[in-house]
């Protein structure tokens, strides 16, 4: 079975929408990405820090869903990373009321020996310098590598993300991002601009606009599924990249046909994780539900059209 | 050969984009639907009116598109509707600058009595009255019956809406309409509201992010094609509209499968009218180009996973 690392937060998150409020509920892109990445045949592990105060309860979720948490730093008298936030009536945007980095501002990765031979490597959102540490610890160059960044590091650690975008394959993205870091409007632009950063492959996800992949001259789009509601938007990018990592991981196949079903495996996962709060669809979601979904996601895209 | 009766305005449109502006030029529903539809192999016709000041050399290029031009009004003395915009940066926003109906303000089709009985009747954006005129002069009912309308109609005739899209099949507006229309934030069910409201199909038309269609639970997807530049988006929901007409026109076929193939033109020959001001790609469309980028739709939104 094809293993794979992933390295990202485990938070707390606080969320209210205009369906609702939360208290404080598992969160954090290691955990969304773990959950999703469960769905596939893999051997997976998360790195990441939390303080004492995280429940065993949570770990136990990430545990039987055979994620190996070995990599996961307990740190005594610590807080675990709490993220609160409001979504906007649209559900299209939000407002970060409280970041607390707490244990995640000292994180120092340590990859468990059984993963430095990891065949993919996800890389969760988090400072550039961390991801790289992740990528020193490989005893041997990963067949992918997966990286996910956001606006913040863009701003604040530019020299420190061209870096580490170097030594990557993949670079998920949202469109705003996209434009932030090349100066470009259109996303053709943007994407190529990026590539010649060095990631052979961009993916910029654009929410409830879809995400789409670029290799040299193929573009490769995905829709999201049009929903009768969207609950919860928190986690619905990090389960799109564990879906997809997860997928890659599994079939050890990283052609660009195979990350088309990559993609289409990561928005269908998304699809699910924003009908509940947090992690609660994921968490329960069936082998059956999810390739139901998968027929949908086949009509709603696919067409035959012969030329004459 | 199908017949296609085209109902929508032929005009002078005057552009300002990031990338330059133009004088009075080409432009109106009917002209872009036209334009479109005449890629596919029909007996088009479009119902119109201008003034004594449109020129013939306009009137010639629809003519050479093998256009029937008979049911547009040449009104003497008269002016032909004026339209001036200006886009923001993004291209995605737009601001009105002038709108002179002129003649369009006493717009009375009357449609070409060789063209009573067409196969498929196309209302451009227009008064919900005159649309309801046009389906009042079919000696039969028309196989199908497309309407497109703005939010200008929905706020200010809104009982006249509503009597017209009673008789018509599918309804084509944007996402923004579409939530204005009903309500409803979720497209899906705003396009669930609509259904109820007489049209069969809703297509909901998303600009630079695709067009949805939606049959009783079907939902089919198109997105626009990633361009490294949109040069000017004027005339781009027409022309999928044009193109989305045509091809039903052509194939007789009015299936769900065959109306998402006519989505795909639809959104293929958009993808090209956004490339140059006004109509100018739209004159000169070669077959072999229009084929070519199916081609490229086809690339980027067709995959292959198999359940296990």
Redesign the interface.
């Known amino acids: 079975m094809g293993k794979l690392l992933i390295v990202g937060s485990m938070a707390f998150d606080a969320i209210e929408t205009p369906f609702g409020k939360t208290g404080k509920i598992l969160g954090g892109a290691g955990t969304f990405i773990g959950l999703a990445a469960s769905q596939f045949k893999v051997d997976a592990a998360i790195v990441s820090v939390v303080g004492d105060d995280f429940p065993q309860s949570y770990m136990d979720i990430l545990k039987n869903k055979n994620i190996d948490l070995t990599g996961v730093e307990v740190v005594k008298g610590g807080k675990t990373f709490f993220w609160e936030g409001k979504y906007h009536?649209?559900l299209n945007s939000r407002d970060t009321l409280v970041t607390e980095l707490n244990t995640l501002a000292d994180f120092s990765p340590i990859v468990p020996d059984n993963f430095t031979d990891a065949d993919v490597v996800m890389l969760g959102n988090l400072h550039p310098n961390i991801q790289m540490s992740v990528i020193h610890q490989m005893e041997k160059r990963p067949k992918l590598i997966i990286l996910d960044t956001m606006n913040f590091w863009i701003d604040s650690t530019w020299d420190e993300l061209m870096a580490v975008i170097k030594k990557i394959d993949v670079i998920t993205i949202n469109d705003a991002e996209a434009r932030q870091m090349t100066g470009e409007?259109?996303?053709?632009?943007a994407a190529a601009k990026i590539q010649e950063m060095g990631p052979k492959y961009v993916v910029i996800k654009?929410g409830e606009?879809?995400a789409?992949l670029f290799h040299k001259e193929?573009?490769?789009?995905a829709?999201a599924l049009?929903?009768?509601?969207?609950f919860d938007p928190t986690g619905a990018g990090d389960t799109f990249a564990g879906g997809f990592a997860g997928y890659l991981t599994e079939t050890g196949n990283i052609s660009f046909?195979s990350m088309?079903?990559a993609i289409?495996?990561g928005s269908n996962l998304a699809s699910f994780c924003v009908e509940r709060f947090g992690t609660d669809r994921m968490v329960n979601l069936q082998k059956h539900e999810v390739?139901s979904r998968?027929?949908q996601f086949?009509?709603?895209?696919?067409?035959?059209?012969e030329?004459t």
Not at 185 to 189: A, D, E, G, P, R
Not at 218 to 221: C, G
Not at 298 to 305: S, Y
């Open positions: 009536n649209d409007y259109s996303l053709v632009k654009k606009h879809g789409l193929n573009i490769f789009f829709p049009p929903l009768e509601e969207v046909e088309k079903n289409i495996h390739d998968l027929m086949r009509d709603l895209t696919q067409f035959n059209i030329l």
